[in-house]
């Protein structure tokens, strides 16, 4: 059973400390309650499992500390139900057998913690203690995910009225739709602090290069058109990942990486050609040529080439500006370095082409280059 939940709901469960006891020995369950009491928290004592489930029914618990075995229904079938019923809720199973097959089956099941009776106060807390710990973990978890999800097929939403609009707009004159493609570009890059000019270069290195590679004049023209779509996907990003200043862990880089599914979900299944090559980027400018890239690990020419061309004009404006966790590099040290990656990161044909047009490619990182807010500008 899967529970949505809005945020002060979800606040109040963080805060629960109510425990459910069942034990059919009423020195265990009252031995239990006061343990627990005087560690602050509530307590309900009940002796078997139809008691149980009525107080389940009745108000919401973090832990139930359950014993094994109990007259009529098991303590090991009570706890089953309430990890599927009561999902919010965190299980200890109590048993006076210790044995290793018994706490792999309660483990396997889905049970937070293992007591074996006789007990000592400590264990029994520290028990307690790691079961809500993990439970608030796992509830943090939960909302998280969903809240992405909502966040995701709301914007993506949002996105899809209007790429309808455009889809309805072919007709209209070049130079609006294009301008139409750019601002939602912007949109999307605002929100990770690039600029409206990343927007520029991207678009025009990656003319640049389709062009002297030798691609048709209408291929070029789509590809400029199309490029500046390439990171819309972060637009499901959530922002305390997409504006870390910092190096991503391995969880977040997984969140970030998916901005380029995202981006191919927003763009595809147009019948307009601009958006077909537009999804295509979005979806493998991240590939690399030796096909340790992601989201599909294409590796060469499997790659399509607008997705090759996207990854070198992307990867030399990234460095070549300032971002919030690095300084913008020369013009010679990007070459150098994406020089390295040559045949690995990068087609190394195409990396030759690019960086054979190097006056080209200085002009459109000077017409375009990234203007410093009025408050930045030292005065003379």
Not at 116 to 127: A, C, G, H, L, Y
Not at 178 to 204: G, V
Not at 272 to 300: F, M, Q
Request: aromatic residues 6%; negative net charge.
């Amino acid at each position: 059973m899967t529970l949505i939940l809005d945020r002060s709901a979800h606040q109040a469960l963080l805060e629960l400390k109510r425990v459910l006891i069942i034990d059919d020995e009423e020195p265990i369950r009252r031995l239990l309650g006061y343990m627990l009491q005087s560690h602050g928290y509530e307590t309900v004592l009940v002796a078997d499992a139809r008691e149980a489930r009525a107080k389940l029914e009745e108000q919401p618990f973090a832990l139930m500390l359950c014993d094994v075995n109990m007259p009529g229904e098991s303590g090991m079938d009570l706890a089953r139900n309430t990890l599927s019923q009561h999902p919010n809720t965190a299980v200890i199973m109590v048993t006076g057998l210790d044995s290793s097959v018994l706490a792999n089956a309660a483990l396997d099941m889905g049970a937070f913690g293992y007591i074996v009776k006789p007990f000592e106060s400590n264990e029994v807390m520290i028990d307690v203690a790691n079961a809500l710990r993990r439970r608030r973990l796992e509830l943090e978890n939960r909302l998280h995910r969903e809240n992405l999800e909502d966040v995701v097929r709301t914007r993506t939403m949002a996105l899809q009225q209007a790429l309808d609009w455009l889809e309805l707009s072919e007709k209209e004159l070049r130079l609006s739709r294009e301008e139409t493609i750019q601002r939602l570009a912007i949109a999307a890059e605002y929100r990770d602090s690039a600029t409206a000019q990343h927007i520029q270069r991207m678009s025009h290195y990656c003319e640049l290069l389709a062009r002297k590679y030798g691609l048709s004049s209408e291929r070029c023209d789509l590809i400029r058109t199309a490029s500046p779509m390439h990171d819309i996907g972060k637009i499901g990003t959530p922002d305390h990942v997409l504006l870390k200043p910092g190096k991503f862990t391995p969880e977040e880089f997984t969140v970030i990486s998916q901005h380029a599914e995202i981006g191919y979900r927003i763009l595809s299944g147009s019948d307009a050609e601009i958006l077909k090559v537009a999804a295509s980027i979005a979806w493998t400018h991240h590939e690399r040529w030796d096909g340790n890239g992601y989201p599909r690990k294409l590796k060469g020419e499997a790659i399509p080439v607008e997705g090759r061309i996207a990854a070198i004009a992307d990867a030399f404006d990234a460095l070549t500006t300032a971002r919030v966790y690095k300084p913008a590099f020369s013009l010679d040290h990007a070459v150098d370095l994406m020089t390295k990656h040559r045949g690995e990161h990068f087609d190394p044909e195409l990396l030759d082409v690019f960086f054979a047009s190097l006056s080209d490619i200085t002009l459109i990182h000077d017409q375009y280059a990234d203007q410093l807010p009025r408050t930045m500008i030292p005065e003379s």
